[in-house]
């Protein structure tokens, strides 16, 4: 599916920054960002993801802060001032 196709299903980008505890050092957090297009407020492409990270990753998750933002929205659209023309 297409970038565009999946905007226009409801999907939209997402950055999700996972705080993880570091396996040989679990009072010591790293931190670790993640982007895929999914479809808020469920995401259930990050769902995957996470169950994915439980159980075959060993640094254990400590936190998961979300970001969401349509890629194409009504403000975003404006007239332009001018034309302009490349040889």
Do not use: C
Request: without cysteine; aromatic residues 12%.
């Amino acid at each position: 599916m297409s970038e565009l196709e999946r905007t226009m299903l409801g999907y939209r980008l997402m950055t999700a920054e996972i705080l993880y505890r570091m396996p040989d050092h679990p009072e010591l957090l790293q931190s670790f960002l993640w982007q895929e297009f999914d479809l808020a407020p469920r995401f259930p492409v990050l769902n995957r993801f996470l169950h994915f990270w439980e159980k075959n990753i060993e640094g254990r998750l400590h936190t998961v802060r979300v970001a969401a933002r349509g890629l194409i929205e009504p403000t975003e659209l404006k007239m332009a001032g001018g034309e302009f023309t490349l040889n």
